[in-house]
């Protein structure tokens, strides 16, 4: 099965927000709610940042939202820190005998 | 502090053999599926194995499949990935991570560098 699709880059400045897309299909992000979104600082393990569509894990600022539309999970970044400069995957579910997918990845840059 | 620690990389010949661990500390090991995910130099995520909490089911993507076993070991709070056949396209920093409800992946181990090449 084929890596979920986001964009490659997304860009913004401080204060501002940012939307990263995750298209799927039905048979993964359409078809449960199991979307997780992950962070990855360079040469770092990724952290989660988002499960189950759009919850947030304790510690995760209320800046990170995220919500599902059809085939398609989104995730957005409001008031963007430098630190949020990183790289950004989402991941989801797709039945019992593929289990987990991931996105390509999108690069995040703070300018 | 909940910890997963990976060991067990390294140089490898293509057709070679390899067994990564995986130690856990901080948390009821034996409550959780564990999985493996890897990600090639320069490349994305990728989901490799998962194993359930008694090691009665477990999954893997297609590119591994019958080449790579995973294991565990509750006794001695461990995850394990024995590697066969290993390929070039197998390079890669192998990550243990815990599955947490509802599957979503919360705690992840450092990494363990393998490289599969002459």
């Known amino acids: 099965q084929s890596a979920l699709t986001q964009p490659r880059s997304v860009s913004g400045s401080p204060g501002q927000s940012v939307t990263i897309s995750c298209t799927g299909s039905?048979?993964?992000?359409?078809?449960?709610?199991?979307v997780s979104w992950y962070q990855q600082h360079p040469g770092k393990a990724p952290k989660l940042m988002i499960y189950?569509?759009?919850k947030r894990p304790s510690g995760v600022p209320d800046r990170f939202s995220a919500s599902k539309s059809g085939n398609t999970a989104s995730l957005t970044i409001s008031g963007l820190q430098a630190d949020d400069e990183a790289d950004y995957y989402c991941?989801?579910?797709?039945?019992?005998?593929?289990?987990?997918?991931f996105g390509g990845g999108t690069k995040l840059t703070v300018l | 502090e909940m910890q997963l620690v990976e060991s067990g990389g390294g140089l490898v010949q293509p057709g070679g053999s390899l067994r990564l661990s995986c130690a856990a500390s901080?948390?009821?090991?034996?409550?959780?599926?564990m999985n493996w995910v890897r990600q090639a130099p320069g490349k994305g995520l990728e989901w490799v194995a998962k194993?359930?909490?008694?090691?009665?089911?477990?999954q893997y993507v297609d590119s591994v499949r019958g080449r790579y076993t995973i294991s565990r070991d509750n006794a001695e709070k461990s995850l394990f990935l024995q590697m066969n056949s290993l390929r070039a396209e197998d390079t890669g920093v192998y990550y243990c991570?815990?599955?947490?409800?509802?599957?979503?992946?919360?705690?992840w181990g450092q990494g363990t560098m393998v490289t599969v090449s002459s």
């Open positions: 194993i359930k909490q008694d090691g009665s089911e477990k």
């Open positions: 901080g948390f009821t090991f034996s409550s959780y599926w």
């Open positions: 039905s048979s993964d992000v359409g078809g449960y709610n199991y």
């Open positions: 991570a815990r599955e947490w409800e509802p599957l979503a992946f919360d705690i």
């Open positions: 991941c989801s579910y797709a039945g019992s005998y593929t289990s987990m997918i």
């Open positions: 189950g569509v759009s």
